[in-house]
């Protein structure tokens, strides 16, 4: 007798309505860059989404009642583009952005005269829906008699590229997506500025990204011993935002040597990403190239 499997897909409204993830991006009038704030908010929705395997994002913007419907249109369109740009940049890989579209404007639905300025400020927005990958259920069916011998063949595992370093940038090896963990970059406990033993490290790598200005990347922070994923407390600043603050110390580092800001972000990844080992090796920052552009 042959195997009954069954492939139990939870695949209905109800689920997926509880499953989705959602954030809302708000822009200014007439404007479809996505302010600094609101683009610190997106970096941080996109680094909870690495544990999660997805099967698909929907993008779409939207504008207030004011404006043509043409124009409002062209510029929802243009909102949910930025967007879905932003989105590659941080290494979501596009064949999972399966809606990019302009719905145009949000009737203003009025109860108070003052509330007229919120409400706009809230109808300008893009609409970001994560769906995530269904879970997969195997029920096997064994036959009460003479059991069979079934061989459990694993498919086979592609070959990933080792750990890239800072010798990768220097020789043109990186590419978007990479990332580069600062080796001798370590961070005082519970503070966000680094050893006297990282200021050459640092120095050095200045020195390579002025060189390489066809990069673009963004600076991870990380922290230890948290738990439940936590960033911890800065005591300096007593707020709960270590990751964030170590990620910002090198962003203000480049930038005060040179390094143009507008090839730069950073996010605090909190304690999400520990390696394992000593505490110290999880209080560091990566690298995350996220455009390779030509070479000067």
Same mark, same amino acid.
């Given at each position: 007798?042959?195997?009954?499997?069954?492939?139990?897909?939870?695949?209905?409204?109800?689920?997926?309505?509880?499953?989705?993830?959602?954030?809302?991006?708000?822009?200014? =009038?007439? +404007?479809?860059?996505?302010?600094?704030? #609101?683009?610190?908010? @997106?970096?941080?929705?996109?680094?909870?989404? %690495?544990? !999660?395997?997805?099967?698909?994002?929907?993008?779409?913007?939207?504008?207030?009642?004011?404006?043509?419907?043409?124009?409002?249109?062209?510029?929802?369109?243009?909102?949910?583009?930025?967007?879905?740009?932003?989105?590659?940049?941080?290494?979501?890989?596009?064949?999972?952005?399966?809606?990019?579209?302009?719905?145009?404007?949000?009737?203003?639905?009025?109860?108070?005269?003052?509330?007229?300025?919120?409400?706009?400020?809230?109808?300008?927005?893009?609409?970001?829906?994560?769906?995530?990958?269904?879970?997969?259920?195997?029920?096997?069916?064994?036959?009460?008699? =003479?059991? +069979?011998?079934?061989?459990?063949?694993? #498919?086979?595992?592609? @070959?990933?590229?080792?750990?890239?370093?800072? %010798?990768? !940038?220097?020789?043109?090896?990186?590419?978007?997506?990479?990332?580069?963990?600062?080796?001798?970059?370590?961070?005082?406990?519970?503070?966000?500025?680094?050893?006297?033993?990282?200021?050459?490290?640092?120095?050095?790598?200045?020195?390579?990204?002025?060189?390489?200005?066809?990069?673009?990347?963004?600076?991870?922070?990380?922290?230890?011993?948290?738990?439940?994923?936590?960033?911890?407390?800065?005591?300096?600043?007593?707020?709960?935002?270590?990751?964030?603050?170590?990620?910002?110390?090198?962003?203000?580092?480049?930038?005060?040597?040179?390094?143009?800001?507008?090839?730069?972000?950073?996010?605090?990844?909190?304690?999400?990403?520990?390696?394992?080992?000593?505490?110290?090796?999880?209080?560091?920052?990566?690298?995350?190239?996220?455009?390779?552009?030509?070479?000067?």
């Amino acid at each position: 007798m042959k195997h009954l499997l069954l492939f139990i897909w939870f695949s209905t409204t109800m689920v997926f309505s509880q499953s989705e993830l959602k954030h809302d991006v708000y822009f200014n =009038t007439d +404007e479809y860059d996505v302010p600094l704030t #609101e683009e610190n908010r @997106i970096l941080l929705f996109i680094s909870n989404l %690495d544990s !999660i395997p997805i099967q698909k994002i929907s993008i779409y913007g939207f504008t207030d009642d004011r404006g043509s419907n043409d124009y409002n249109l062209e510029l929802s369109q243009n909102r949910a583009n930025t967007i879905k740009e932003l989105f590659s940049g941080y290494g979501i890989d596009e064949n999972l952005i399966t809606n990019v579209n302009g719905k145009g404007e949000i009737l203003l639905k009025v109860l108070n005269e003052d509330e007229v300025h919120k409400i706009r400020g809230l109808n300008r927005k893009v609409e970001i829906i994560v769906t995530p990958k269904q879970p997969e259920i195997i029920v096997e069916e064994q036959p009460e008699e =003479t059991p +069979e011998v079934v061989e459990i063949v694993e #498919e086979a595992q592609p @070959i990933i590229d080792g750990p890239k370093t800072t %010798d990768d !940038i220097a020789n043109g090896t990186i590419k978007k997506g990479d990332k580069i963990t600062l080796d001798k970059i370590y961070f005082k406990t519970s503070y966000s500025y680094v050893t006297s033993d990282s200021k050459k490290t640092l120095e050095d790598l200045a020195k390579l990204m002025l060189d390489k200005k066809n990069l673009y990347f963004t600076i991870q922070g990380h922290v230890c011993c948290t738990q439940m994923s936590r960033d911890a407390v800065d005591k300096k600043t007593k707020k709960r935002n270590l990751s964030v603050a170590r990620a910002k110390y090198i962003y203000d580092y480049l930038a005060r040597k040179g390094v143009d800001k507008k090839r730069m972000k950073y996010v605090g990844m909190r304690r999400k990403f520990p390696l394992g080992g000593a505490p110290e090796l999880d209080r560091r920052v990566e690298i995350l190239i996220t455009y390779v552009g030509k070479a000067e």
